[in-house]
């Protein structure tokens, strides 16, 4: 599974950015993706995950009510919409694949897309 991760840029606080991640191969629906991100200096830290037929849906508590993750199965992609961006949510944000485990663990996902930078201003 090859991953694509776009949509990052530079938005004031308070702003909305949408993240798309293009999955290839055809056994997208069989698994969890997942969103990380990681600030300059700091871990990499979950942000958000949805089971494989999109039925369930896991968030971080720092952005649980002000982002979504989505998937479209049909068109191999997972998104992440992201609405009252705060400055502390400026980080590059990975896209991840995995079939099972905790979906919060980063050892749980077996593909990484190459991330794509989220900047925000105050």
């Known amino acids: 599974v090859q991953l694509q991760a776009s949509g990052g840029g530079l938005v004031q606080a308070g702003g909305s950015l949408r993240l798309s991640c293009a999955a290839s191969?055809?056994?997208?629906?069989?698994?969890?993706m997942g969103w990380f991100r990681q600030a300059p200096g700091k871990n990499r830290e979950f942000v958000a995950a949805?089971?494989?037929?999109?039925?369930?849906?896991y968030y971080a508590g720092s952005v649980k009510g002000r982002f979504t993750i989505s998937r479209d199965n049909a068109k191999n992609t997972v998104y992440l919409q992201m609405d009252s961006l705060e400055p502390e949510d400026t980080a590059v944000y990975y896209c991840?694949?995995?079939?099972?485990?905790?979906?919060?663990?980063?050892?749980?996902?077996?593909?990484w897309g190459q991330g794509t930078q989220v900047t925000v201003s105050s």
């Open positions: 191969g055809r056994t997208f629906s069989t698994y969890v």
């Open positions: 991840a694949a995995g079939l099972s485990g905790s979906v919060a663990t980063l050892s749980v996902y077996d593909y």
């Open positions: 949805i089971s494989g037929n999109g039925g369930r849906l």
